[in-house]
Structure formats: C-alpha cells, structure tokens
C-alpha cells in the first residue's frame, strides 16, 4: 500500500501552495478530480497587490498577469448612471487563471505527486484518519496510508465530510461567470477597469461584474454575476440576459458568436464566515474548504495562498510531534494578515447588502458612494489589504440626508 505523510484533496490555490511549502523531506501526495490542473478554475482568477507579493515569493505569477487594474466602475441599476474611481498604482490583477494553476502544478518539487482524474472517496477512520480511499479514471478504487488529511478541496469539501469534528460551510452563493473574446469600453482606461454592476431586482445576492482580460494573446473579458442559492436556477438566464444588455448600450463588443463563449463555469461561493472547526486530530481544512474566501471585496483567492503558506509549518509541527499545532491556523493568519477580521466584517457588510431587495435601495446607496468617488477605491482597498473597515466610505455626517433615504429604503424592503 503506498504510503505518504501528507494527503493533499484538491490541486487549486490552496493545495498546491501548500504543497510548495511543506518541507521537501516529506512524501507528499495531491489529488484532484479534473482531468489536469487547471482544466477548469471556478474562480474569476483575480488578485490585490497584497495577494501578488504573497506568491512571489515562492513563484513567478506575474508571467500569468494579463491586466493591472487600477480603477473599478460602479453602474446604477438602470445600467446608465456610473462612475468611476481610481487609484495611481494597480489595486488589483487579472490573471490568467487556468494558466496560473497549471504554472502552480508544474512547478511543484520532486517530493509531491500530483494524481489528477482522481476522486476522493472516503476516510478507514472518521475519528483519525490513516488510510484513505481514492479512485483514478480507469482504474478500481485503492487505499493509501497518510500521516495527516488536508482538505483543499472547496466550499462544499468531501473532506470535511468524511471526518469527524470539522464543520462545513453552510451559506453559498452562487456564480455563474462565461469569458468572451471582445473588448469593453467601459471607462476611461477600459483595459485597466473592472465594473460592478448594482442591479437591485436583476441580481438580488452580489451584482455583476467584467473583467478584461487576454487569451491566448487575444483581447478578451469576463462578465459574470452571482445570486443568492435559493435563486441559483436563474444564473444562466440573468447572465445571458446581462451580455445582451452590455452589447446592446455599447459597453462590450463580442468577436464570433455572442451564444458561444470560450469558457464557462459556475461555483458556489462560501459567504458564512469562517468555519467554526478547521482542525480534527490529523486533518485540517485550508482555502474555500475552512471558508478562508471573502470574495465581498473581491480576490477570494488571498485566502487560499495564505492558509496554504501558514499550514505547512503547523503541520511540520505535528508530525513532530505537537498535535495541538494545526489549530493555531486561523490565528496565525489574522496576525500576519489580519484577514480573519477582514473575514468578520464581511458577516457585517454581507447582512446589510442582503437586507437591500429593490432598485430603490441600491440607488439610495449609489448615491452616498458617487459621494466618494475620489477616495472610493482607495477605501475600498484598505478594508482586506490595511484591516480598515469598508463603513468608513458612507458613515459621514456630510451624507446624513442619504443616509436617512438609505435607512428608510432598507425599511420598505424588509415588506417585499
């Protein structure tokens, strides 16, 4: 039977860049259930300044930037009104994501091995895990012996299924996101501008977005939105329904057939905070798996790299010998980072944005932010990157009046 000391389920960010980190003296093993690393991403593949210097030192990533981004614009719900804010150097980076992975993978030192085609079945031990079963494609299913689990294997995690005392994640969104090769024309510098889209009624749960990007050397962008789960049937459709309306007032133009993308995808999307227990004996759940997303403010991605890099020394730790080390993930995070409060306070903007249910709310918060238009992005940065809060942007007495149009918006709601 063959025999490692860590078993790695899910050969994403998180996964590979733990694999990266664990000392090259131990035998590891990453598996994962695509056909190749990076054959399919279900993430929209950006990452903040922050998140850029994290991989940089242990890989190149900015062969696999395709857009600095430095200016974001926010469209009203009648797709006419908008602005847009700036900051001098890119907050934020495209990348080409299916690319980046399979970078990630290839680049991965000799003491791991990468299986993909290769479902994670199950655990001999829910209480301490010691062999665990896989299957590849074409070939009976087989047992291995590991010395710890980790679970990198996403919001709905099979890991954190098979063992006892880790919890799972519970809220989701879900989004739906289809890459075009074209251009956008949104802003005064479209290849270096992501836009938002605050639909009210179109999209209730996060909004929409596009992204440029390029492909395979050729201009191209990515539109996507995400809904809340119990509305997730109409993803498609309201997607659809978007790229015509973009097409249609001039802000993208599509090359080749507008019913065929080049890519497409949809994924769930943790919102529910932290999970409560990441950690169970030998096993331990990293990245969307332990909820370490907090997309609200875009790169959910940031979450992934940093639980990767921080695991490893913690499981060094306890094959030591020092069981007690795995648990001190989240903290050493928040220390380094400060993300787990970032993650906090996105509980708080995620109840206020649920809370918005018509056009008029999220005209009524359109307005205050239009207020900030100067200093908005640079506001909006601080609140993952410089552990500040995003309620600074709107909580001034010079928006009083709005806030009051806000507040009493935000009450009619709560009868729709």
């Known amino acids: 039977m063959p025999s490692y000391d860590v078993v790695i389920v899910g050969a994403s960010f998180a996964g590979l860049t733990l694999a990266h980190h664990l ?16 054959a399919t991403v279900e993430s929209t593949g950006l990452i903040t300044s922050k998140t850029r210097e994290e991989f940089r030192t242990f890989f190149d990533v900015d062969r696999y930037i395709t857009n600095p981004i430095t200016g974001i614009c926010v469209v ?7 602005f847009v804010s700036r900051v001098r150097e890119p907050w934020i980076f495209q990348t080409d994501t299916k690319a980046l992975v399979r970078a990630l993978a290839d680049a991965l030192p000799p003491n791991v091995e990468l299986r993909t085609a290769t479902v994670f079945l199950g655990v001999d031990d829910p209480e301490r895990p010691t062999r665990v079963t896989l299957q590849s494609k074409g070939r009976a299913a087989e047992e291995v012996e590991c010395r710890f689990l980790v679970g990198a294997d996403g919001g709905h995690s099979k890991v954190a299924q098979s063992v006892a005392g880790l919890w799972r994640n519970r809220r989701f969104l879900f989004g739906h996101e289809q890459v075009f090769f074209g251009t956008v024309h949104l802003g005064p510098d479209p290849e270096e501008t992501i836009s938002h889209f605050w639909f009210g009624e179109f999209s209730l749960g996060y909004g929409g977005w596009i992204s440029p990007t390029v492909v395979d050397g050729r201009p191209a ?16 459709r309201l997607t659809v329904a ?5 097409r249609n007032r001039g802000y ?10 080049d890519y497409v995808f949809g994924s769930h999307i943790p919102i529910g905070g932290c999970v409560k227990r990441i950690h169970a004996g030998n096993a331990l759940l990293i990245g969307d798996a332990a909820g370490f997303c907090g997309a609200f403010a875009a790169d959910g991605i940031k979450g992934s790299v940093v639980s990767g890099k921080e695991a490893a020394p913690l499981i060094e730790r306890y094959l030591a010998g020092d069981a007690s080390a795995p648990g001190e993930l989240a903290a050493r995070m928040n220390r380094r980072t400060g993300l787990i409060g970032y993650y906090r306070r996105q509980l708080l903007y995620r109840f206020v944005w649920d809370r918005m249910k018509s056009d008029r709310s999220f005209w009524a918060m359109f307005r205050i932010i239009e207020q900030e238009r100067d200093t908005f992005l640079e506001q909006f940065c601080d609140s993952k990157d410089r552990r500040k809060s995003l309620s600074r ?9 709005r806030l009051l149009r806000y507040a009493w918006s935000l009450t009619l709601d709560l009868f729709r």
């Not at 000392?23 to 056909?35: H, M, S």
Request: proline fraction near 8%; aromatic fraction near 4%.
């Open 252 to 261: 993208v133009t599509v090359e080749g057939d507008i019913e065929k993308p």
């Open 76 to 82: 009203a719900p009648d797709f006419a009104a908008q």
């Open 242 to 246: 978007f790229l015509h309306e973009l």
């Open 393 to 401: 942007v709107v909580l001034k007495p010079r928006h009083a009046g």
């Open 221 to 236: 962008f990515r539109i996507g939105l995400a809904k809340l789960m119990e509305d997730r049937g109409d993803a498609r």
């Open 23 to 38: 000392p090259r003296t131990l035998r590891v093993l990453v598996v994962d259930a695509k056909p190749a690393a990076g």
